[in-house]
C-alpha cells in the first residue's frame, strides 16, 4: 500500500528543489542520500586546517541566463560576483583560456588587432582542404589549423575522454572556439556568482522546511518504492534496473589533494593541454571565493578516466554505443510506475546546475499539475534522448 509521503532519492540540487517545491504545496517529503553529506556532487566544505572552502568534487562555478533560476538560487543565499578566468600551461608557457585574442597573439608572437586576427586564423590556419569535417580532429583543425589544435585541444581532449580526438564526432566542437578579443570570461551568461558560504549551505537551506526530512549514509533500494507516493530518483538510470542490461559508460575523476602555505598557482584553474602531463587540471580552491584571505592552500590535481562500478560516475560518454544502450533503459522506465527520473545520473546528462534546477521546477510544477488533472507521472518530464 502506497504511503502518503513523497520520496526523493538524492540529496543533490535536483532532491532539494523538486523536495522544497512539493513541501511548499503542503506535502511530506523524505529526502535520502547514501552519502554521508547532502548537496550531491556540488557538495562544498571547509577544510579544518586552512579554512578553505572546498569544492568536493570538482570546481563549480555558478552561471545562467535563467532569471528565475537566478532568483531562486540568491533567495537561499547570496551570490557574490565571480567571473571564471581559466589559465592554460602548454609547451613552457601560460596562456589565457578560452583562446582569446590574447591567447593568439601571445602564441604567435603577434600584436593582431581583431580583424588581422580573424584573417589569419580562418585564411593562414584553418586547413581549409578539408571540407566537410568527420571528427572533432577534423573539425578543429577545419577551425583553427595544427598549431592551436595541437596546443590546446589535442592533449586535454585526449586526457579528459580517453580517446584520440579523430574517434569523437565533429559535432563536440559546434563553432569556432577561439574569440577575437580580450574577453577571458569562460561564460558567456548573464549571471555569474560564487555562493557566499558554499553550495551545501545553500542546499542546506533548500533542504530547511518542517514538511521535509532528511535521511543520510542510506542506500535507497526499489524495493522500497512502494512505500511512498511517488519516488523521484537522481540516482543512475541504468542503477534502479540493478544495471540488468549492461552499464551505461561515464568517466570518472581522480582528484589528488595537495596543501601548499601561500598561492599556488595565483588562480583558481588551471589546464594543462599537453598529453605527457598526466593530469587535466590543477584546482586552488582559494581563489574561488577571492573575498576570504586564508594563509594556506588546497588545491587539487584532477584525472580523469574510464569509470569502473566502483568510482564516482562524473561525465557521461553519450556516445553511439551508449545511446542505444540508454534508449532500451527509457523504454523500460517508461514501464516502471511510481517513480521519476531526474537529474543528470537519472537522465545520463551532462547538466548545469542552472539547468538542473530549471528542470527540478519544471518536474515538480508537472508532477502537481498531473496530480490535480488525475494523470499519471511520466517516467521523465524531460526526455534523455
Ligand atoms: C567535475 C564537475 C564539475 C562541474 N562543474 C560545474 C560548474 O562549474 N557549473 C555548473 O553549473 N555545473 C557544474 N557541474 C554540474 C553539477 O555537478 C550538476 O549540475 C549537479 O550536481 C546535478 O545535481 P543532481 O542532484 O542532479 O545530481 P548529484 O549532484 O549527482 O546528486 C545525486 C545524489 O544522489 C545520490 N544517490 C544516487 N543513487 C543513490 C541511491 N541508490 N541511494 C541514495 N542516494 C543515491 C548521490 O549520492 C548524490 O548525492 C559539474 C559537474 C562535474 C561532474
Known amino acids: 500500500m502506497a504511503g502518503s509521503r513523497f520520496l526523493m532519492v538524492g540529496a543533490g540540487l535536483s532532491g532539494a528543489v523538486i523536495g522544497r517545491h ?13 552519502r554521508a553529506h547532502i548537496g550531491g556532487n556540488c557538495h562544498t566544505e571547509r577544510d579544518p586546517e586552512t579554512g578553505v572552502l572546498v569544492h568536493v568534487y570538482g570546481p563549480h562555478i555558478f552561471h545562467t541566463d535563467d532569471a528565475e533560476v537566478w532568483d531562486y538560487v540568491n533567495a537561499y543565499q547570496t551570490f557574490l560576483p565571480y567571473k571564471n578566468r581559466v589559465k592554460a600551461t602548454t609547451g613552457g608557457a601560460v596562456y589565457s583560456l578560452p583562446v582569446n585574442l590574447h591567447t593568439i597573439n601571445q602564441f604567435f608572437g603577434k600584436t593582431m588587432r581583431p580583424d588581422e586576427a580573424r584573417a589569419f586564423i580562418t585564411e593562414e590556419q584553418a586547413d581549409t582542404s578539408i571540407a566537410e569535417p568527420q571528427s572533432f580532429e577534423e573539425q578543429a583543425m577545419r577551425f583553427v589549423g595544427r598549431d592551436l589544435y595541437e596546443a590546446f585541444f589535442k592533449g586535454y581532449t585526449i586526457k579528459q575522454w580517453g580517446v584520440q580526438p579523430a574517434e569523437l564526432p565533429a559535432s563536440i566542437l559546434k563553432r569556432l572556439p577561439v574569440r577575437f578579443n580580450y574577453d577571458d570570461n569562460y561564460f558567456f551568461h548573464r549571471f555569474q556568482g560564487m555562493p557566499e558560504h558554499g553550495y551545501t549551505d545553500m542546499i542546506a537551506k533548500i533542504l530547511d522546511h518542517p514538511r521535509i526530512e532528511v535521511q543520510l549514509e542510506t542506500v535507497f533500494d526499489r524495493a522500497q518504492a512502494g512505500d511512498y507516493a511517488h519516488v523521484f530518483y537522481s540516482g543512475p538510470l541504468d542503477g534502479w534496473f540493478d544495471y540488468e542490461l549492461g552499464r551505461l559508460g561515464y568517466r570518472t575523476l581522480d582528484f589528488e589533494r595537495f596543501t601548499y602555505d601561500g598561492d599556488y598557482q595565483g588562480c583558481a584553474v588551471m589546464n594543462y593541454g599537453e598529453e605527457s602531463v598526466p593530469y587535466t587540471r590543477i584546482t586552488e580552491h582559494k581563489h574561488f571565493a577571492p573575498w576570504e584571505s586564508h594563509e594556506g592552500s588546497v588545491c587539487y590535481r584532477e584525472f580523469s578516466r574510464a ?13 553511439v554505443r551508449e545511446k542505444a544502450l540508454l534508449n532500451d533503459y527509457v523504454a523500460l522506465a517508461e514501464q516502471e510506475p511510481g517513480v521519476t527520473f531526474v537529474g543528470r545520473l537519472g537522465t545520463y546528462r551532462y547538466l548545469d546546475m542552472d539547468v538542473t534546477i530549471r528542470e527540478a521546477l519544471d518536474t515538480a510544477r508537472g508532477f502537481l499539475d ?3 488533472a488525475g494523470r499519471t507521472p511520466p517516467a521523465f518530464y524531460t526526455a534523455p534522448l
Not at 503542503?26 to 547514501?34: I, L, P, Y
Not at 569509470?307 to 556516445?319: G, H, L
Open 370 to 372: 498531473d496530480r490535480a
Open 307 to 319: 569509470c569502473t562500478p566502483e568510482d564516482i560516475p562524473y561525465y557521461p560518454i553519450r556516445q
Open 22 to 34: 512539493l513541501a511548499e504545496a503542503g506535502h511530506d517529503v523524505s529526502v535520502v542520500d547514501a
